[in-house]
C-alpha cells in the first residue's frame, strides 16, 4: 500500500513544459533530429515512467545534500540554481550553484551515480568518451555554462549513491565543443524556424532504443540477426566457466589483499606458511597500438 | 537407390526418393528444433514484469518484446506516417503498420490504440459519499496524443516481434517449465469473457438478432445469419480467442461505444444497443477476422 501511493506520488511529478530555447543540458545530445524534435513536437514527447521519475528525484535529493555538505564544511557557496539566457543562440539553462574560492567563482554542477560507475568517472576525458550517451553530454553542458558565464573551468562533483562518497573532476573550458556546440544551436534554430527536420542518424541502440520520439522519428531500425550455435562441447565448458569464475574474483581480489600485506616482508612465517619476497627488476615496454576481440560471456537472464 | 511412390496430388512431383524425403524430414526436424531453441532462449532473457495474464494466456509485454527483439536482431521498418482516425465521440485512434525481419524473413505487423482505452481515459477522484475514489472518464480532448501514439507503436512493435519469433500463443505451462517465472507473478488482466453469462441485454437492445430469436420460438426457423446479437458476439469472441486477438476484439467494441464494466474489467458487447452500431462492430469484427486469418496462412507459407 505505501509502495502505491509512492508510485502515485511520483507519477503526479512526471509533467512535460514547452520547450522554447536550446537546453544547455541538452544540446550534448547527438541526435540533431531529436533535438529538434524537443523544440518543435514537445507536446507529442512520451512522458518518462514512474521509474525514471524516481531515479530523476534521487538525483535532486543527491544534489541538494551535497550543496548542504559543502557549505556545512565551509565552503562559499553562491547563485544556486541561477538561470542562463543567451538569446543569440537561443540557449537556456540553469546551473546547480557556484563555489566562491580565493578569488574566484567557479560554475558547479552536482551528478549523482551508481557505484559502478563512480569508479570509472576520474577525469574529464571519462566524460567525453563516457560509455552511455548521457555522460557524453555532461561536458556540452558545462561548456554552455561556461561560456554564457564567461569563466575558463568549471568543475563537476560526482556523488557515489551508494557510499556518499564524493568526487571531484575539473573542466577547462573546450573552445572547439563550444564552437560545436553554438554551430548546433544555430542549426537548430534554423530546422525549426523553417519547420523541417534533420534526417535520422543511423539507428543507435543506445540512442534510439529509449528515444521519446522513437514513434514519431522512425528510423529504420537495423540490427544483425543472432546466430544460435549448437555445440555442447563448448556450452560444457562456458558452463563451468561460469562456475569457477567468482573463485577467480575471489581468488584475484584476495592476492592483492595478501600481496600489498606481505610487501617489503624478505622472509616470515605465519602458521603453517612461510613467506619470503624479494624486490625484481622489471623492463619497460610500450604496448603497440593493435586491435584485439573483446569476449563477453553473461547469462541469458 | 530405392524409390517410394507418392500419391499425385496437388500438382507435387509423383515420385520422391527416400534421401528427398530423409532430406525434407531432417529439415522439418532441424526447423522444429530452431523453433524451440527459439522459444527458450526468448523465454529466459524476460522477467515477470514483462508478462502479463490475459484470462489465463501468458502475454508478453512490449518491454519484454524489446528486449527479445533486441537478443535476436530483429529490423523493422516503419514505411509511413501513423493513420490517425478522429470518432464521432471526439475519441481519436493511431494504426501503425511495420515490416519486421529476420535474416532472410519479413512480415508485416499493424499496432493499433485508442484514446477509449481505459489506461488513457480512466482517473479516479475521491467520491465523500461513497468514501472511496471512483473511476471517471476523461474527456478526449484532455487524453494525451503522443501517449496514445506512442502506445500504438509499442503494439505494432510487440506484435511483430513475436510473429516474427514465433512466440505467440505460448502457454503458462511452457513458461512455468522453462524460467522461473510463475503466472501468480504477474498483472493479470480478465477480458468481458463471461460476459454473455447471466447478463441480459438491454431492453433498447431489442432488434433483428433478437427479433429472429423470439421468431425460432415461434417455430419460424430463422435463417442462420439472424441470431440474437450477443449469440453471435459470443461466437465471434471465441473466433478471437482461437487467433489471439482478444484484444482487437476489445478494442472493437471500445469504438462502438460498448460500455465498460468494472467488474469484468472489459468493454462489453451487451451495452452495445443501437442497431445501427450492433451492425458496424459486427461488420468491422469479421472483416478483421478475415485478414488475421489470410495473414496467418500467408505466414505459414513463409
Redesign the interface.
Same mark, same amino acid.
Given at each position: 500500500m505505501i509502495v502505491e501511493k509512492i508510485e502515485e506520488l511520483k507519477r503526479s511529478r512526471i509533467e512535460q513544459w514547452p520547450v522554447r530555447s536550446n537546453r544547455a543540458s541538452d544540446l550534448g545530445h547527438e541526435c540533431l533530429r531529436y533535438l529538434v524534435l524537443n523544440r518543435t513536437r514537445w507536446?507529442?514527447?512520451? %512522458?518518462h515512467d514512474v521509474n525514471l521519475q524516481t531515479i530523476f528525484d534521487e538525483g535532486n535529493l543527491h544534489e541538494k545534500a551535497v550543496l548542504r555538505d559543502l557549505e556545512d564544511a565551509g565552503l562559499n557557496i553562491i547563485e544556486q540554481q541561477r538561470a542562463f539566457d543567451w538569446p543569440e543562440y537561443n540557449i537556456t539553462g540553469h546551473i546547480d550553484a557556484k563555489l566562491a574560492v580565493n578569488g574566484n567563482v567557479i560554475p558547479l554542477e552536482i551528478k549523482s551515480s551508481s557505484p559502478f560507475m563512480w569508479q570509472s568517472l576520474n577525469t574529464i576525458q571519462d566524460l567525453y568518451n563516457g560509455k552511455y550517451h548521457y555522460l557524453r553530454k555532461y561536458p556540452a553542458q558545462m561548456t554552455c555554462y561556461l561560456l554564457m558565464d564567461e569563466k575558463p573551468e568549471g568543475l563537476f562533483v560526482f556523488k557515489n549513491k551508494q557510499t556518499g562518497a564524493l568526487k571531484e573532476i575539473p573542466m577547462p573550458l573546450d573552445y572547439d565543443l563550444g564552437e560545436k556546440l553554438l554551430k548546433k544551436a544555430e542549426e537548430i534554430n534554423a530546422y525549426v524556424a523553417l519547420g523541417t527536420l534533420p534526417d535520422c542518424i543511423p539507428y543507435d541502440?543506445q540512442i534510439c532504443?529509449d528515444c521519446a520520439f522513437?514513434?514519431?522519428c %522512425?528510423p529504420?531500425?537495423?540490427?544483425?540477426? %543472432?546466430e544460435?550455435q549448437?555445440d555442447p562441447e563448448l556450452e560444457a565448458k562456458i558452463e563451468r566457466w561460469f562456475e569457477l569464475k567468482p573463485h577467480k574474483s575471489e581468488y584475484d581480489s584476495l592476492d592483492k589483499e595478501v600481496k600489498a600485506q606481505l610487501k617489503n616482508q624478505d622472509k616470515i612465517v605465519i602458521g603453517d606458511y612461510l613467506i619470503t619476497g624479494k624486490m625484481v627488476q622489471r623492463k619497460g615496454f610500450t604496448v603497440v597500438d593493435g586491435e584485439y576481440w573483446k569476449t563477453t560471456i553473461k547469462t %541469458?537472464? | 537407390m530405392e524409390e517410394i511412390l507418392v500419391k499425385e496430388s496437388n500438382g507435387l512431383p509423383a515420385l520422391l526418393t527416400s534421401d528427398q524425403l530423409l532430406h525434407i524430414a531432417e529439415q522439418a526436424e532441424a526447423r522444429v528444433e530452431a523453433l524451440n531453441t527459439i522459444k527458450l532462449v526468448a523465454l529466459r532473457t524476460t522477467n515477470p514484469k514483462d508478462w502479463t495474464d490475459h484470462n489465463g494466456k501468458p502475454w508478453l509485454q512490449e518491454s519484454g518484446a524489446s528486449k527479445v527483439g533486441r537478443l535476436f536482431g530483429v529490423s523493422w521498418t516503419i514505411p509511413d506516417d501513423p493513420v490517425y482516425e478522429q470518432f464521432e465521440d471526439g475519441h481519436f485512434q493511431y494504426t501503425y503498420k511495420a515490416i519486421f525481419s529476420l535474416a532472410d524473413i519479413s512480415i508485416e505487423a499493424i499496432g493499433t490504440r485508442q484514446s477509449k482505452d481505459g489506461f488513457f481515459n480512466t482517473r479516479y477522484q475521491w467520491d465523500p459519499n461513497k468514501n472511496k475514489k471512483v473511476p471517471f472518464d476523461l474527456p478526449p480532448l484532455e487524453i494525451d496524443k503522443g501517449d496514445v501514439k506512442k502506445a500504438a507503436y509499442a503494439n505494432c512493435v510487440e506484435r511483430g516481434i513475436t510473429t516474427i519469433l514465433g512466440i505467440k500463443n505460448l502457454t503458462w505451462e511452457e513458461i512455468e517449465e522453462h524460467t522461473n517465472i510463475k503466472k501468480n507473478q504477474v498483472t493479470s488482466i480478465q477480458y468481458g469473457k463471461s460476459t454473455n453469462k447471466g447478463r441480459k441485454p438491454s431492453p433498447e437492445g431489442q432488434n433483428s438478432f433478437q427479433k429472429a430469436k423470439t421468431q425460432k420460438s415461434k417455430g419460424t426457423p430463422p435463417p442462420k445469419q439472424e441470431k440474437a446479437f450477443v449469440e453471435v458476439m459470443a461466437d465471434i469472441e471465441k473466433e478471437f480467442e482461437t487467433v489471439d486477438q482478444l484484444d482487437a476484439f476489445q478494442e472493437a467494441l471500445r469504438v462502438h461505444q460498448a460500455e465498460w464494466d468494472d467488474k469484468l474489467s472489459a468493454y462489453t458487447y451487451q451495452s452495445i444497443a443501437d442497431r445501427d452500431m450492433q451492425e458496424k462492430v459486427y461488420n468491422s469484427l469479421k472483416k478483421y477476422l478475415k485478414t488475421v486469418k489470410e495473414k496467418d496462412k500467408e505466414n505459414i507459407k513463409t
Open positions: 507536446q507529442e514527447k512520451a %512522458l541502440e532504443g522513437e514513434h514519431i %522512425l529504420d531500425v537495423k540490427r544483425d540477426a %543472432l544460435i549448437t %541469458l537472464e | -
